[in-house]
């Protein structure tokens, strides 16, 4: 169903509210950074929540280049892919309130015991 | 509709019947949320080399619009195969070709439907096709290959093996340009003036294409034209069943985003369309993998080197090398002999030797659909063929190796003996390309329904403007379709001035 822009303001609000339950943060991300982690870490828009943009991650991570993909069964390296190179934006496959996917497995046989 | 959505819930419904998004809405000048040289709907082949040749024409302010997350649509994923007689590599392969072999490989496989001017075009501009790339950074394995249905060795391969391979150089030489691209943007329709010229796009932005939800409506104006390159329809589902029925049930190759939404916003202002109810059905396709993978890169050359047979009769039944329609219905048949229980999976079987340059083999066998056989026993026990029949038809085949007609007529530019261990793949078509779209002219014009001539400041190139050819297309001549129509569109667009 498409939703209107009416709705999607009702919704955020909502999910801001004290009422709302927390979104999750990855354990990972606990670890690394504890009580210094909170939403402007990654939403880092002035004003209205924004969904992060690239450079939130790679101000901490880097980019693609500097955070190869571990080997594994399938020989998949998604962030040195045939498809896209480095070009794609973290969110197309991580995303921190839900599961990551990989959008090789849109396509391809793959496994990546490590992502977040 | 969403709009309406919006409107009734905020303003009641009486101002939500005063709509301003309508397809056949006519723009006022003035309510325009930002303003650009140049709009291209679309970022793969055609959209980029629209962005091009507009560049290159000196236009400042081109902005391309892209409704999903990743870049370059079908182009990304796709082989990247592009057939282009006269390049420089070709002629340095020694190859002998030109642009008019190619056109008549094309209108044999389009059944003669092709629009002649568009056919000659793509094939005449496709070796400034491959300067272009070059230009951008692309680079290319040094060797030429022949995809069936063509009577000349003439496809290039970029050299990761994918369209990958293509759009990402082109995407970042263009962003060097200065072109912007604008990804999760969805063109929901073209806005025209009071005399029917288009001068913009309405768009939901901050798209999610998984929940259809957005952030915002806006308009955008562009100046010169909006370019249309939004590729095929293959994954929606709807559109495909209402267009051509018997095909609904097949699987198909492209892209989740490949849906009808800008076909549609195309016939809203009155585009002609041209043969929207033919698709084409890739025959290199196999049950075991999904869409149009590493499998049926592999098929390629195992069609060429190899042999392909009906596990019915143990027997050929087609040139493995034939244009894709005369193959898909030949596997078609052998299919329809089997039943759900029993199914006739026809089969692509080569040796050794073959695999060695075949591009996806690798993967198609790591991920199991390419299976080894190491003995024609074991060849025949896993497709379900007879053993003495399959036996036959090998040295029948390596006959032909040696110098014997072949009867099916397959042309052999490698002479290799089927000898085990086999590498063996199930094939069964499956959907790969719209052979449809709006009419356009060779400079990428969209023609208009009631007049047969063009409109006003719309152009179209790529997989959603069809008959360039015909009813069905040759493999690798999509890309250069896109890049040359693309190229073409961008310049035409450039030299347009709007209420000129
Ligand atoms: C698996 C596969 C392998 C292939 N292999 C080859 C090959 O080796 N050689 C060859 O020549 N051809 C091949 N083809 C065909 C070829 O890839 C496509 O026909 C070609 O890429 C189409 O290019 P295009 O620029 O017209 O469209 P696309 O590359 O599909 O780009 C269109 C873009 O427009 C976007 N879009 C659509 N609607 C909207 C909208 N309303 N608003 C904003 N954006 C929108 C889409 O999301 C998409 O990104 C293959 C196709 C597939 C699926």
């Given at each position: 169903m498409k939703t209107s822009f009416a709705v999607a303001v009702i919704a955020t609000l909502l999910s801001c509210s004290a009422l709302a339950a927390k979104p999750t943060i990855k354990q990972h991300h606990i670890d690394a950074l504890g009580d210094d982690m909170n939403c402007r870490t990654c939403h880092t828009t002035k004003g209205a929540f924004e969904r992060p943009s690239d450079q939130a991650c790679i101000d901490c991570h880097g980019g693609m280049h500097d955070i190869p993909t571990q080997p594994n069964?399938?020989?998949?390296?998604?962030?040195?892919?045939?498809?896209?190179?480095?070009?794609?934006e973290c969110m197309v496959c991580h995303s921190e309130h839900q599961p990551s996917k990989d959008i090789c497995s849109d396509c391809h046989k793959v496994e990546f015991n490590n992502l977040k | 509709m969403k709009r309406r959505d919006f409107l009734t819930k905020s303003m009641g419904v009486t101002a939500a019947m005063a709509l301003p998004f309508s397809a056949t809405a006519v723009s006022s000048e003035n309510s325009?949320?930002?303003?650009?040289?140049?709009?291209?709907?679309?970022?793969?082949?055609?959209?980029?080399?629209?962005?091009?040749?507009?560049?290159?024409?000196?236009?400042?302010?081109?902005l391309i619009l892209e409704k999903m997350e990743t870049w370059g649509g079908n182009s990304a994923i796709c082989g990247g195969i592009a057939c282009m007689p006269n390049t420089s590599l070709q002629k340095k392969h020694g190859i002998e070709d030109s642009a008019e072999l190619m056109i008549k490989d094309m209108v044999k496989a389009g059944r003669g439907f092709n629009h002649p001017e568009l056919c000659k075009t793509l094939a005449t501009e496709a070796h400034t096709v491959y300067d272009m790339l070059i230009g951008c950074g692309v680079e290319f394995m040094d060797k030429i290959i022949r995809l069936g249905g063509h009577s000349a060795p003439r496809a290039h391969i970029p050299a990761n093996a994918s369209?990958?391979?293509?759009?990402?150089?082109?995407?970042?030489?263009?962003?060097?340009k200065g072109v912007q691209f604008q990804n999760r943007t969805q063109v929901t329709s073209l806005l025209r003036d009071k005399n029917n010229a288009i001068t913009g796009v309405a768009v939901q932005e901050k798209f999610d294409f998984e929940t259809e939800e957005f952030k915002a409506e806006q308009t955008y104006k562009s100046r010169h034209g909006v370019v249309v390159a939004t590729g095929g329809w293959g994954q929606d589902k709807k559109f495909v069943k209402t267009t051509m029925p018997i095909y609904a049930h097949l699987e198909a190759t492209a892209h989740p985003g490949a849906t009808a939404g800008m076909i549609k916003s195309l016939l809203a202002v009155g585009s002609l369309p041209i043969m929207l109810d033919m698709y084409q059905l890739g025959p290199w396709a196999s049950p075991d993998e999904k869409g149009a993978g590493p499998a049926s890169f592999f098929a390629d050359y195992s069609f060429s080197e190899g042999i392909a047979i009906?596990?019915?009769?143990?027997?050929?039944?087609?040139?493995?090398?034939?244009?894709?329609?005369?193959?898909?219905?030949?596997?078609?048949?052998?299919?329809?002999?089997?039943?759900?229980?029993?199914?006739?999976?026809p089969f692509t079987f080569c040796s050794e030797a073959t695999t060695k340059r075949a591009e996806g083999f690798k993967g198609a066998y790591r991920d199991g659909a390419v299976?080894?056989?190491?003995?024609?026993?074991?060849?025949?026990?896993?497709?379900?063929?007879?053993?003495?029949?399959?036996?036959?038809?090998?040295?029948?085949?390596?006959?032909?190796?040696?110098?014997?007609?072949?009867?099916?007529?397959?042309?052999?530019?490698?002479?290799?003996?089927?000898?085990?261990?086999f590498y063996s793949l199930r094939l069964s078509p499956k959907l790969h390309y719209c052979m449809g779209g709006v009419a356009i002219t060779p400079n990428a014009e969209v023609i208009d329904a009631t007049t047969c001539e063009p409109i006003k400041g719309l152009f179209a190139a790529g997989e959603v403007a069809g008959g360039t050819h015909g009813m069905d297309r040759l493999g690798g001549c999509s890309s250069v379709d896109g890049l040359v129509f693309g190229q073409i569109a961008g310049r035409t667009a450039a030299n347009y001035k709007a209420n000129a």
């Amino acid at each position: 169903m498409k939703t209107s822009f009416a709705v999607a303001v009702i919704a955020t609000l909502l999910s801001c509210s004290a009422l709302a339950a927390k979104p999750t943060i990855k354990q990972h991300h606990i670890d690394a950074l504890g009580d210094d982690m909170n939403c402007r870490t990654c939403h880092t828009t002035k004003g209205a929540f924004e969904r992060p943009s690239d450079q939130a991650c790679i101000d901490c991570h880097g980019g693609m280049h500097d955070i190869p993909t571990q080997p594994n069964r399938f020989d998949k390296n998604p962030h040195n892919s045939h498809h896209y190179e480095d070009l794609l934006e973290c969110m197309v496959c991580h995303s921190e309130h839900q599961p990551s996917k990989d959008i090789c497995s849109d396509c391809h046989k793959v496994e990546f015991n490590n992502l977040k | 509709m969403k709009r309406r959505d919006f409107l009734t819930k905020s303003m009641g419904v009486t101002a939500a019947m005063a709509l301003p998004f309508s397809a056949t809405a006519v723009s006022s000048e003035n309510s325009w949320d930002r303003e650009y040289d140049l709009i291209i709907v679309g970022s793969g082949f055609a959209g980029l080399a629209a962005a091009y040749s507009a560049n290159k024409a000196g236009l400042k302010n081109i902005l391309i619009l892209e409704k999903m997350e990743t870049w370059g649509g079908n182009s990304a994923i796709c082989g990247g195969i592009a057939c282009m007689p006269n390049t420089s590599l070709q002629k340095k392969h020694g190859i002998e070709d030109s642009a008019e072999l190619m056109i008549k490989d094309m209108v044999k496989a389009g059944r003669g439907f092709n629009h002649p001017e568009l056919c000659k075009t793509l094939a005449t501009e496709a070796h400034t096709v491959y300067d272009m790339l070059i230009g951008c950074g692309v680079e290319f394995m040094d060797k030429i290959i022949r995809l069936g249905g063509h009577s000349a060795p003439r496809a290039h391969i970029p050299a990761n093996a994918s369209g990958g391979g293509i759009v990402v150089p082109m995407h970042k030489y263009l962003v060097n340009k200065g072109v912007q691209f604008q990804n999760r943007t969805q063109v929901t329709s073209l806005l025209r003036d009071k005399n029917n010229a288009i001068t913009g796009v309405a768009v939901q932005e901050k798209f999610d294409f998984e929940t259809e939800e957005f952030k915002a409506e806006q308009t955008y104006k562009s100046r010169h034209g909006v370019v249309v390159a939004t590729g095929g329809w293959g994954q929606d589902k709807k559109f495909v069943k209402t267009t051509m029925p018997i095909y609904a049930h097949l699987e198909a190759t492209a892209h989740p985003g490949a849906t009808a939404g800008m076909i549609k916003s195309l016939l809203a202002v009155g585009s002609l369309p041209i043969m929207l109810d033919m698709y084409q059905l890739g025959p290199w396709a196999s049950p075991d993998e999904k869409g149009a993978g590493p499998a049926s890169f592999f098929a390629d050359y195992s069609f060429s080197e190899g042999i392909a047979i009906d596990p019915m009769t143990g027997k050929r039944f087609m040139n493995e090398l034939a244009d894709r329609r005369t193959r898909a219905e030949a596997q078609l048949v052998v299919l329809e002999k089997g039943s759900e229980e029993k199914p006739n999976y026809p089969f692509t079987f080569c040796s050794e030797a073959t695999t060695k340059r075949a591009e996806g083999f690798k993967g198609a066998y790591r991920d199991g659909a390419v299976n080894k056989s190491n003995s024609v026993a074991e060849l025949a026990k896993h497709h379900g063929v007879d053993e003495a029949v399959l036996s036959q038809s090998i040295a029948d085949w390596n006959e032909i190796v040696e110098g014997k007609p072949d009867p099916f007529n397959k042309p052999l530019d490698r002479r290799t003996e089927l000898k085990p261990p086999f590498y063996s793949l199930r094939l069964s078509p499956k959907l790969h390309y719209c052979m449809g779209g709006v009419a356009i002219t060779p400079n990428a014009e969209v023609i208009d329904a009631t007049t047969c001539e063009p409109i006003k400041g719309l152009f179209a190139a790529g997989e959603v403007a069809g008959g360039t050819h015909g009813m069905d297309r040759l493999g690798g001549c999509s890309s250069v379709d896109g890049l040359v129509f693309g190229q073409i569109a961008g310049r035409t667009a450039a030299n347009y001035k709007a209420n000129a």
